[in-house]
């Protein structure tokens, strides 16, 4: 497998941007958050920049291409990193919190599990047909419901920074809660061929 030595580079300094200005600020404004996520993505054309990107082509692509899954995984990867940096940075190398905490593992609820799939495949119709500006603010309002979707590398570079404690919990719901956003995208591409 060869690796796009620019578009890696391009998912760590994407992730970095995401980590260090756009969860940082999602909290306290949603639309500025939305503006720089939607620079960050048009700047980075080519990136995935968000994990659940990187799983919606993992899923709505040839599920049993050995070369997509790697090369989506080494994109994982890259995005965690990009995080580590901007983690490492905001929080002066661990001498500051970063104030996250796992979720139970294996823990169930239908419900929000429900929501991430149609959350996907909304955001997986807007992201196939509008430009990336428009993605970005859809994906800032819908970020609730997109589970770890959005800071997924945020949030599993705070687990390797040692502060959530248990860094199998945060994987297995950012593995999971990555492959129900793309289940999301493959559902509503496959009601898009349905209606053709």
């Known amino acids: 497998m060869e690796m796009d030595k620019k578009v890696m580079m391009s998912e760590v300094g994407g992730a970095f941007v ?22 960050a993505m048009t700047a980075m054309a080519g990136a995935h920049i968000l994990p659940m990107f990187t799983w919606m082509a ?16 080494m994109r994982l990867v890259m995005q965690m990193l990009g995080a580590l940096a901007a983690i490492m940075m ?12 796992a979720g139970d593992m ?39 419901s997109l589970g770890m979707g959005v800071g997924g590398a ?14 199998a919990n945060a ?11 793309g289940a999301g995208a493959l559902l509503g591409t496959k009601i898009d061929e349905v209606m053709e």
Do not use: K, Q
Not at 90 to 101: C, D, H, V
């Open 18 to 39: 995401v980590s260090w200005l756009v969860l940082g600020s999602m909290a306290s404004d949603g639309l500025m958050a939305g503006l720089v996520l939607a620079a």
């Open 58 to 73: 993992i899923m709505t692509g040839d599920m049993a291409d050995s070369e997509n899954w790697m090369g989506n995984g």
């Open 171 to 181: 994987a297995s719901t950012w593995l999971l809660d990555g492959v129900f956003v």
């Open 106 to 144: 294996w823990s169930f609820d239908m419900w929000p599990l429900l929501t991430m799939v149609a959350a996907g495949a909304v955001v997986g119709a807007i992201h196939s047909r509008c430009d990336a500006w428009m993605t970005a603010l859809v994906v800032v309002m819908a970020a609730g």
């Open 90 to 101: 905001m929080t002066e190398a661990g001498e500051i919190e970063t104030g996250y905490a």
């Open 154 to 167: 945020h949030d599993m570079a705070s687990c390797l920074m040692g502060d959530s404690g248990n860094i």
